[in-house]
């Protein structure tokens, strides 16, 4: 199936842990995106690369660290999780390019305890 | 700040009503408005997108209004289903990184 995939689905651990959600896409897009998902379901941007080059990232701390291996890659490492980072991440893709459809993987819940 | 504001928060209809949610931008540089439908537990989907250059644009059951003078621009939905209930995101981009800008979200309940 053609699509932006996530893993885990769900991620539940310890404050202060290390975790990576990961994410694939196959749909030959050159950008991807990480978004937060939060309790009020407001979304908001994160991350974006294109071609592996960081070209969005917003006021986010520094204990969120995207890495792009690859065009097709975008994987979202967090360090020392706080209860605040508990949410839903979603990645997403689209083409190059302004006004480009962005399609969204299914999520990653993040539960911080 | 909000950079969009959508409204309303929750909106509850019966089958084959007409559903109407609103969203207001600030950013006059924005040039791509689209709006995403979420089901619970998936990600957002696109439904349908306008340009601030068309009044209007229709695609199937879903209807685009802008008000470029206004800075609005609203999502109809003719004759609902049950199967439309979601949450609805109006959103607003511009330039080439094609970063969304999100409204608050409209939960809708069609009753049937």
């Known amino acids: 199936d053609t699509a932006v995939s996530q893993t885990p689905k769900y991620l539940v651990t310890q404050m202060g842990n290390d975790k990576s959600i990961k994410c694939e896409q196959n749909?030959?897009?050159?950008?991807m995106y990480w978004y937060k998902q939060d309790s009020k379901k407001f979304l908001k941007i994160m991350f974006s690369?294109?071609?592996?080059?960081?070209?969005i990232n917003e006021t986010v701390p520094n204990r969120f660290s995207p890495k792009s291996p690859d065009k097709a890659h975008l994987n979202l490492h967090i360090n020392s999780l706080e209860l605040g980072d508990s949410a839903v991440y979603f990645c997403?893709?689209?083409?190059?390019?302004?006004?480009?459809?962005?399609?969204f993987g299914p999520g990653t819940r993040l539960l911080v305890l | 700040q909000q950079q969009v504001k959508q409204s309303p928060q929750s909106l509850i209809v019966q089958k084959g009503g007409i559903p109407i949610i609103n969203c207001a931008y600030e950013?006059?540089?924005?040039?791509?408005f689209p709006w995403y439908q979420q089901f619970p537990g998936k990600g957002p989907a696109l439904l349908i997108a306008?340009?601030?250059?068309?009044s209007e644009k229709k695609e199937g059951r879903f209807t685009i209004s802008f008000n470029k003078s206004a800075k609005q621009f609203s999502l109809h939905i003719m004759d609902s289903q049950p199967g439309d209930s979601a949450t609805y995101f109006c959103?607003?981009?511009?330039?080439?990184?094609?970063?969304?800008?999100f409204g608050t979200g409209t939960l809708l309940a069609v009753q049937p």
């Open positions: 306008i340009r601030p250059d068309v």
């Open positions: 959103a607003a981009s511009r330039g080439a990184t094609n970063k969304l800008i």
């Open positions: 997403a893709s689209s083409p190059t390019g302004q006004g480009r459809t962005q399609y």
């Open positions: 749909l030959g897009h050159d950008t």
């Open positions: 690369y294109n071609n592996k080059e960081l070209i």
């Open positions: 950013n006059t540089a924005f040039d791509y």
